[in-house]
Nanobody, 122 residues
Framework: QVQLVESGGGLVQAGGSLKLSCAAS????????MGWFRQAPGKGRDFVAG????????YYADSVKGRFTISRDNAKNMVYLQMNSLKPEDTAVYYC???????????????WGQGTQVTVSS
C-alpha cells in the first residue's frame, strides 16, 4: 500500500513556474511507476506525465511536453513535477499517482493522492 500527499500548488501568472511535490509512504515506493494527472472543472482526469520506477524513462502529454519535467528521488520517497511557462489552460487539480502497470494511462495506476490546486491567471 502507498499513501500519497501532494503539495506545491497555488496561484501563478501565465508564463510563471511552479514545482509540485508528492510525498509517498511505504517501503515499496521505489518499485512503483509514478505519474501526474490533472482534472479541470467539468472535465475528466487527464494524464500529464509519468516516470518509471527506476527513473530511466519519462512520458509526457503533448500539451506539456517541453514545459513540464517529472522526476523522482527514491531515497526520499518523493516525486516532483516542475512546471514552466504555465498557461491558463494548465489550471486544474493535479493528482499524484502510483502504479505497477503502464505509466502512460489512467488504468496503470492503483494509488492516488488527494490533489493540489494549480491556478494560472492570464
Amino acid at each position: 500500500q502507498v499513501q500519497l500527499v501532494e503539495s506545491g500548488g497555488g496561484l501563478v501568472q501565465a508564463g510563471g513556474s511552479l514545482k509540485l511535490s508528492c510525498a509517498a509512504s511505504g517501503r515499496t515506493f521505489s518499485s512503483y511507476n509514478m505519474g501526474w494527472f490533472r482534472q479541470a472543472p467539468g472535465k475528466g482526469r487527464d494524464f500529464v506525465a509519468g516516470i518509471t520506477w527506476s527513473g530511466t524513462s519519462t512520458y509526457y502529454a503533448d500539451s506539456v511536453k517541453g514545459r513540464f519535467t517529472i522526476s523522482r528521488d527514491n531515497a526520499k520517497n518523493m516525486v516532483y513535477l516542475q512546471m514552466n511557462s504555465l498557461k491558463p489552460e494548465d489550471t486544474a487539480v493535479y493528482y499524484c499517482a502510483a502504479g505497477s502497470a503502464s505509466p502512460r494511462i489512467f488504468s496503470g495506476y492503483n494509488y492516488w493522492g488527494q490533489g493540489t490546486q494549480v491556478t494560472v491567471s492570464s
